[in-house]
């Protein structure tokens, strides 16, 4: 116990120890930020796969580290599209997953954001034109925002994030 | 040790017929083998006490328009001698039917399923003939890795039903999971059969990710396909980079420089520790102890930001390339590197021991998930869950490449094959990658970083078509096999490529028998296996 406590005082406070997002700054379409609204203070997120390398889930997953400590602004991941607020989309749409995208996307209540995540999400990246894959995201589902990047750093998604949430991430 | 001479002799003394082929880049020796005897030979090699050889890898290649007809390819790894040894058997003209080895040879399953779905070649004899890679979606017939298939053409949609292996009897249920998972992970089906809690049986439905990776590759040339690779498994970047540059380079005549190859190593160090430090943390995760979580996804942090520094990329994107590497550190990173990692070492040595404290949480990894050796052997696992499991190879000391021949690496071995084991490999391999990168900065030569002439222009020898390389990494999941064929022009004719995944999948189906549903988040995280590395 006594080396848990001793650990922990050692460590500190290491929330927003990270180096500020320097991707250029692209405002929210205005459609989408209204859509937002209702989800201010509190973005439940569900990540979907389509068919990722999967770094940009584990960037996705980085978000929720101390580093950089997502829940903070009230942004938090569910284990069910059914809870969820919005969808965040990594990877071309590969045509073993489209169904699932679809029934995921159905799944989910309304009001919904669609948010694509990474390079491959927003015009397939690298695997454009594969007989495997079925097009980009909005081919499939209508998509709300666009985080580019391969993969994006996690400072550039908290930053999105939290901008539909009505926050600024500054520490 | 016996000298490479030994086996071939063997082999030919006691099949006559075999025809060994000189050339073939990468270090091997290579046999062309008729197609009635090839099980045979396969099981000669693959049995013989002397050798404990393994079926490291197994592929197919579209031979048209060189030769009409395919043609097949075993790679076996005879880790006893360290040897290598490639058997090859031609079909000719419209001949589709190969004799399947996986009736004595448990590891050529899968492949020979996927050289199926891909090529349209049937293994006889096999006996399990459901689609692998192909959905049930696919329209008939359709075979990408054939030459005439069009690699941009989306595939059609059909009608189709997938065949779960049933278990049937009083109280027997199935609990189907995936393909979408609860945590922020890829997809993958996975369909257990229960009776009570314990789980009888386990049956992966993978391939979701299928993105034809691989017929990719034959649109690119041979030295601009490195981004490529590096995008197959996400979190492999280096690896996968690293195995084709190494391919590449063997086919073309490329000495990469001294500098280079240290650099190499180091980058893919501290890939490593990267994930190994944030797989400790998820395991600790998975038991719901999450102190230890969040202090690995804090180093974890740490080493990404690190290489955000060094690389600028958080993943050490485009640090590879044919010939060497594009990124150079100063005198300067080079002693801070050390520096910053001995505080990191520091700080996960104290957090080790608070993990090893907590009987609980030893109490729930211990004896979970138990992958015998046997089992292990039979499906010739690498890696990580390898050396856990009592299989002891690791190819920076068994087939050194980049700067692994002038550095000693200890190998972190234990044999329980549980959850635990899997966990100690992973925290000895931080520790040695810690003492690995240190030694690589202290002994860092001078020199250029990467072999000229530069990209895109002429190359030092370019390859006849058909001629092929293979090229084997030790990336921190475990072996990363590449065989990179050339076609005309510098084209790829084929590239086939196998990540340590695609073999370690299906033992995690013997792994979990006998365990409890709630368990197996927890021995999947050991395993922590690749989809898109094991789906292309
Ligand atoms: S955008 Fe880049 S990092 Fe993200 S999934 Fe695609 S290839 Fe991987």
Request: aromatic share 8%; charged share 25%; glycine share 8%.
């Amino acid at each position: 116990m006594f080396r848990i406590i001793k650990k922990s005082l050692k460590t500190g406070v290491v929330t927003g120890r990270y180096p500020q997002s320097a991707a250029p700054h692209e405002s929210i379409d205005p459609a989408a930020a209204e859509k937002a609204k209702p989800f201010r203070r509190s973005l439940v997120i569900r990540e979907v796969d389509t068919g990722s390398c999967n770094a940009c889930e584990m960037e996705m997953n980085a978000l929720m580290n101390p580093v950089y400590d997502a829940e903070r602004f009230g942004i938090r991941i569910a284990a069910s599209p059914r809870h969820a607020d919005a969808l965040v989309v990594t990877g071309p749409v590969t045509i073993n997953m489209e169904r699932a995208l679809k029934d995921v996307y159905k799944q989910t209540p309304d009001p919904k954001l669609v948010i694509a995540l990474g390079d491959c999400a927003i015009n397939c990246g690298m695997f454009k034109g594969s007989y495997a894959v079925t097009g980009p995201v909005d081919r499939h589902v209508p998509v709300d925002v666009r985080i580019p990047g391969c993969p994006p750093r996690p400072a550039d998604i908290l930053k999105v994030l939290t901008e539909l949430c009505g926050k600024h991430d500054r520490h | 040790m016996a000298g490479p001479e030994s086996h071939a002799a063997m082999l030919k003394a006691e099949f006559p017929s075999l025809v060994q082929i000189e050339g073939g880049g990468g270090g091997f020796s290579r046999f062309l083998v008729q197609k009635e005897s090839l099980p045979a030979v396969a099981q000669y090699l693959h049995h013989h006490q002397k050798w404990q050889s393994r079926l490291a890898l197994l592929w197919a290649v579209d031979d048209r328009p060189m030769r009409e007809g395919a043609s097949l390819h075993y790679l076996f790894a005879l880790d006893n001698v360290r040897q290598w040894v490639v058997l090859s058997i031609e079909l000719e003209g419209d001949d589709r039917l190969f004799p399947s080895i996986t009736p004595h040879i448990h590891a050529a399953q899968w492949y020979e399923r996927e050289i199926r779905d891909m090529f349209g070649l049937i293994p006889v004899g096999h006996p399990d003939l459901r689609r692998l890679v192909r959905h049930e979606h696919w329209p008939k017939g359709t075979h990408p890795l054939q030459k005439g298939f069009p690699w941009n053409e989306v595939l059609g949609r059909q009608q189709g039903n997938y065949r779960f292996l049933h278990i049937e009897g009083e109280g027997v249920f199935e609990v189907p999971v995936g393909p979408i998972h609860a945590g922020i992970i890829e997809p993958g089906h996975f369909r257990f059969s229960v009776a009570g809690e314990p789980i009888m049986q386990l049956e992966l439905r993978h391939f979701w990710k299928h993105r034809g990776v691989e017929k990719l590759f034959e649109q690119r040339t041979l030295t601009d396909a490195v981004p490529l690779a590096e995008r197959i498994s996400g979190d492999t970047t280096v690896g996968h980079s690293l195995a084709y540059c190494q391919a590449v380079e063997t086919l073309i005549g490329l000495e990469v420089p001294r500098r280079g190859r240290f650099l190499r190593s180091l980058f893919l160090e501290l890939e490593r520790l990267h994930n190994h430090v944030g797989d400790v943390g998820a395991i600790c995760n998975d038991t719901a102890y999450s102190l230890p979580h969040a202090h690995c996804g804090r180093l974890k942090e740490q080493v990404m930001q690190l290489n955000d520094r060094l690389t600028g990329s958080r993943f050490l994107r485009g640090v590879n390339r044919v010939g060497g590497v594009t990124v150079d550190l100063t005198p300067n990173q080079l002693t801070e590197i050390p520096k910053e990692l001995d505080r990191l070492e520091q700080d996960f040595s104290e957090l080790e021991s608070i993990i090893a404290a907590n009987s609980s949480l030893i109490d729930r990894l211990e004896t979970t998930g138990v992958l015998t050796t046997r089992t292990a052997r039979d499906h010739a696992v690498v890696g990580v869950v390898g050396r856990a499991s009592g299989l002891d190879y690791d190819l920076r000391r068994d087939r050194p490449f980049a700067a692994y021949g002038e550095l000693a690496v200890k190998v972190a071995m234990y044999h329980y094959g549980d959850v635990r084991a899997r966990m100690r490999v992973r925290m000895d391999e931080i520790h040695e990658s810690i003492r690995l990168v240190k030694q690589l900065c202290a002994t860092m030569p001078t020199g250029p970083i990467a072999a000229e002439p530069r990209l895109n222009s002429r190359l030092p020898k370019t390859p006849k078509a058909g001629e092929w390389a293979l090229s084997a990494v030790e990336g921190w999941r475990g072996e990363i096999l590449y065989m990179v064929m050339a076609g005309e022009n510098e084209t790829i004719h084929r590239c086939k490529v196998r990540d340590p995944s695609f073999v370690n999948w299906p033992a995690i189906q013997w792994a979990v028998v006998g365990n409890i549903i709630p368990d197996f988040p927890l021995i999947n995280k050991s395993f922590n296996l690749s989809y898109a590395g094991n789906d292309l």
